[in-house]
T-cell receptor, first 115, second 111 residues
Framework: GAGVSQSPRYKVAKRGQDVALRCDPI?????LFWYQQALGQGPEFLTY????????KSGLPSDRFFAERPEGSVSTLKIQRTQQEDSAVYLC?????????????FGEGSRLTVL | GENVEQHPSTLSVQEGDSAVIKCTYS??????FPWYKQELGKRPQLIID?????GEKKDQRIAVTLNKTAKHFSLHITETQPEDSAVYFC??????????FGGGTRLMVKP
């Protein structure tokens, strides 16, 4: 596609449910990032993939958060046993090169609301 | 790790006036400083960036300045228009894998 695509755009979960958020990066982009954006805040780094390798997961807030990119393209962010504090917009971004050598292209985000 | 502070959190200007948003960063190894614009409910989009080997960069009505000694950088928008109204985020990276964002500035341009 022409840009980074994320699904679902909106997700409402009951506390304790598991959720899975999908990201389709721009074709050919090596780097993929997940960010969490709370209401009125800047995006906060969660994790980074270079192709299929997860090189940095230092931003994942707990072991309930898990991300994968098994074939170096589509990525899934999974949150187990969701809590109210997980409510946020989850942004995926991709970049042509590895690391931060250029522009990040963001998706529209997945807005998660945990009741 | 890197810490990026952004000020002001909200900024209201009259159409045609200039707007300035300032950011400071903590990691002296940071060398890449992008600015993103995010309209309500939309994705952040890069509007301008600067690398540490230059002190200023301009693109039409938008300019960014960088002071590496003081570890601060600023976004300048001249001749503001209503369509400039959005949230602006600064960010910093040390060429590692993490881009650290500031808290954002909500810019409102009044017609």
């Amino acid at each position: 596609g022409a840009g980074v695509s994320q699904s679902p755009r909106y997700k409402v979960a009951k506390r304790g449910q598991d959720v899975a958020l999908r990201c389709d990066p721009i074709s050919g982009h090596v780097s993929l990032f997940w960010y969490q954006q709370a209401l009125g805040q800047g995006p906060e780094f969660l994790t980074y993939f270079q192709n299929e390798a997860q090189l940095d997961k230092s931003g994942l807030p707990s072991d309930r958060f898990f991300a994968e990119r098994p074939e170096g393209s589509v990525s899934t962010l999974k949150i187990q046993r969701t809590q109210q504090e997980d409510s946020a917009v989850y942004l995926c971004a991709s970049s042509l090169a590895s690391g931060f050598t250029g522009e990040l292209f963001f998706g529209e985000g997945s807005r998660l609301t945990v009741l | 790790g890197e810490n990026v502070e952004q000020h002001p959190s909200t900024l209201s200007v009259q159409e045609g006036d200039s707007a300035v948003i300032k950011c400071t960063y903590s990691d002296s190894a940071s060398n890449y400083f992008p600015w993103y614009k995010q309209e309500l409910g939309k994705r952040p989009q890069l509007i301008i960036d600067i690398r540490s080997n230059v002190g200023e960069k301009k693109d039409q009505r938008i300019a960014v300045t960088l002071n590496k000694t003081a570890k601060h950088f600023s976004l300048h928008i001249t001749e503001t228009q209503p369509e400039d109204s959005a949230v602006y985020f600064c960010a910093a990276s040390n060429a590692g894998n993490m881009l650290t964002f500031g808290g954002g500035t909500r810019l409102m341009v009044k017609p």
